[in-house]
Structure formats: C-alpha cells, structure tokens
C-alpha cells in the first residue's frame, strides 16, 4: 500500500478516510501514517475545518432560504389583509353613502313667498288665477314638508298645468312634484320627470348633485323593493 | 402549534448543527424578533426591504456566533442579544447609504434602555464581521458550483465531470480540489482556519 504523494491525491485520500470510505486495510494504513508524520495530522485537521466551515455555509443557506420563505409569506399576508382593510373601509363608506342617500332629506332650493313664480306678477295687481297658481305652489311645498304627499301632488300638478309660469318655478314645481310622487309611491311618474332633468344642459332651478343622487337612488331603492 | 423552545434549548439547538432544527429555530427566532427589528428600521426611516435584509443579516451573525461560542445566555436573553446586533447592523446599513447624520441623531434620540447588561460591546467585537455565506460567495461561481456538487448534494466525480462537462474525472477531480484550496485560502484570509 503506497501514500499519494501528490498534495490533490492526498486530499482526496484524507477525505476518504474521513468519509468512511476506505476498507478497513487501508485505513488501518492510514492511521499508521497519522501517527508517525505530524504533517498529515495537521492536514487532516485543516480539510476537517474546510468541511466543518463548508458544512455550516449549507446549513446557513438552508436556514437564509427558510428566512425568505417566512418573509414572503408574512408579506403576502400583510398584502391581503390591506387588500381586505381597504374593501372593507371602502364597503363602509359606500354602505354610509347610501345609508345617507336613502334617509337624509332632499333639499330643493328654496323659494318661499317668491312673487316671480308666476310670469309678470306683481303682487298688488295678480289675477285671481295667478294668486291662485301662487298659492297652490307654496301650499304643495308646505304639504311635502308636513309629508302629506297626496295633497302636495294635487298642487303641484295644478301648478305644472299653469302655462305662464317662468321657467325657473316650473321646473321647481316638477323637482318638488316627482319628490311628492316619489314618496307617495308612484315611482313611475317621479322617473319620468326626474328624467326629464337627468340630461338637462339648459335648467334653470339648481337641484344639486347630491341632492339628484338622492332623488335618483330612492327611485331606484323604491322600484327594487 | 410547536412547542417555544427556550434560550438555553436554541443554543443548544444550533449547536447540534442539523437542518430540520436549525430551521425551526430560524423560524421561532423571526416570530419572537421581527416585529421589534422592523419597528426599529421602520422608526428610522427604513422600508419593509431594508428591515428584512437587516433581519437576514442577524440571524446569520447569530447563529455563526453561538458556533463560534460568541454568544452565551449568561450574558443576555436572545431576543436582546439579537436586538443589540440589529442595531448596529441597521447603523451600519446606514451609514453605508450616506445617511448617517439625520438617521443615527434620530435614532439616537428615540433609542431606549434595554433589560440587557450591554448587547452592543458584545457585538462590537464582531462590528465587521462578515457571514460565512457571504465569503462563500466571493467564490468563482464554478467553484461555487463543484463545491456544492461534491460537498453538499454529494454527486460522485463522474457525475460533477458529466454535470460541468468536464473531459473526465480527474479534470473533476483537480476542479474540486483547486476550490477546496480557494476556499481555505478565503477561510485563512478571513481567519476562520
């Protein structure tokens, strides 16, 4: 049995010898050796520090990678409960806007005691039938804020059928109408005469956005249920 | 759910160097300890990514100095001994992205007493100290690649020869044994041998 002695050679035959994977022969030469050239231990104890230290790079990746897993994981995590965070704050704010769309009161314009609602009036010279048109109009407004729909209808309608009333009162009285009408159920005429407003480029009585939205959504909410 | 190790059994632990238990300390260790790392970057200003990358760092000089016998539990409690070593890590980071005066002086301000006799001398010690990982990976990548063919996955020579298309196996052979010389080279340099 013969030593390597070139330094690769004897490399692999210290790693050999560490490995088990000599017969029980050659290690017994092996260990010979050891014994009597101090150079081959020191040897043998270096290869020893490489595997050692080789041996805890591997278990550092492996403990790196599970780090990485536990990461990506806890930030995959974190995306999904934002996600869940804003629909949820997103839920709520629809949820509220349509609580607020469903129960806060529409307002219209207001126009009380306003002697223009007729063409050309003049409170001290009207007609009997422009007082009367007048009147029925504030009575309707009147009768909507006590919830007496059905009476509201009855003087906006006589309002609407006036044919000298300015612009601007009329679509008053049909905003005021399609609201009486709304709340007394008929979902079918309060449309058509929202509709009338919906793509309006050329009103005159400023109904708000909002206050449209409401007017909009309860049609629709009524109709639903 | 398992079963919290203590201080005493995770040094114990990584001392007994195998995978499945290394890793399940790793695990427990990134439980107990990430939600202060990350609020320390966070209160400096530091990302999600910085904080992850400091906590990476840590545990790697962790467990390289409980082998090493740096560590001992007589000392300080590992969430703090962890704790000390992130903050200079962190410091480090830092003062590296050349934002070091506005960071370290609102760090500095905010910065409390811990329940810990002194985590930052023991790691000063080590303040630039490099993982092993990190000098493995000053390696040429076809060392890196025959030393963990043979070392790691332990592929005989005749398959590294196939694997790296190598003429025959003593070429493999005398490719493994030049990396293992580079390596012990790098151990040297950085006095790990």
New interface residues.
């Given amino acids: 049995m013969k030593r390597p002695t070139d330094?690769?050679e004897e490399?692999?035959w210290i790693e050999q010898y560490l490995f088990g994977k000599m017969t029980k022969e050659e290690a017994v030469f092996f260990e010979n050796e050891l014994k009597n050239d101090k150079n081959l231990t020191k040897e043998m104890e270096?290869v020893q520090?490489?595997?050692k230290?080789?041996?805890?790079?591997?278990?550092?990746?492996?403990?790196?990678n599970?780090?990485?897993k536990?990461?990506a994981l806890?930030?995959r995590r974190t995306t999904v409960f934002k996600v869940f965070k804003y629909a949820g704050f997103l839920a709520a704010a629809c949820a509220a806007f349509i609580v607020y769309l469903s129960s806060s009161p529409t307002q219209f314009p207001n126009s009380e005691n306003d002697f223009t609602v007729v063409r050309k009036a003049n409170p001290t010279s009207m007609t009997p039938q422009q007082h009367y048109v007048f009147d029925q109009f504030f009575e309707g407004q009147a009768h909507i804020a006590e919830g007496q729909y059905t009476l509201a209808i009855k003087n906006l309608e006589t309002v609407v059928q006036f044919n000298d009333l300015r612009p601007y009162f009329r679509e008053a009285a049909q905003w005021h109408l399609a609201f009486a009408y709304l709340k007394n159920g008929d979902t079918v005429r309060a449309e058509q005469l929202y509709l009338q407003f919906s793509n309006c480029l050329d009103c005159e009585y400023p109904v708000s956005k909002i206050d449209r939205w409401k007017v909009w959504w309860q049609i629709q909410y009524t109709k639903l249920f | 759910m398992k079963k919290s190790l203590s201080d005493q059994q995770i040094v114990e632990g990584l001392l007994l160097k195998q995978e499945r238990l290394t890793n399940q300390i790793v695990s427990q260790l990134y439980q107990d300890n990430k939600g202060r790392i990350k609020q320390m970057v966070f209160k400096c200003g530091g990302s999600l990514q910085d904080a992850e990358d400091v906590f990476q760092e840590v545990i790697l000089i962790f467990i390289e100095n409980v082998w090493q016998k740096k560590f001992s539990i007589q000392n300080a409690k590992i969430s703090t001994y962890i704790y000390g070593i992130a903050e200079k890590v962190w410091l480090k980071k830092i003062q590296k992205n050349s934002r070091e005066k506005e960071y370290i002086t609102l760090y500095q301000g905010e910065k409390q007493e811990d329940d810990f006799t002194d985590p930052h001398k023991q790691y000063t010690e080590n303040e630039e100290q490099e993982t092993l990982i990190s000098i493995f990976n000053l390696l040429k990548p076809e060392t890196k690649d025959v030393l963990n063919a043979f070392y790691k996955y332990r592929h005989s020579m005749q398959e590294i020869a196939t694997h790296l298309n190598l003429t025959s196996i003593d070429s493999a052979k005398m490719r493994k044994y030049r990396g293992v010389q580079e390596w012990k080279q790098l151990l040297i340099d950085f006095k790990l041998i």
């Fill in positions: 330094k690769a490399h692999d270096n520090q490489i595997h230290r080789i041996q805890e790079v591997f278990l550092e990746q492996n403990a790196l599970t780090l990485k536990l990461q806890d930030r």
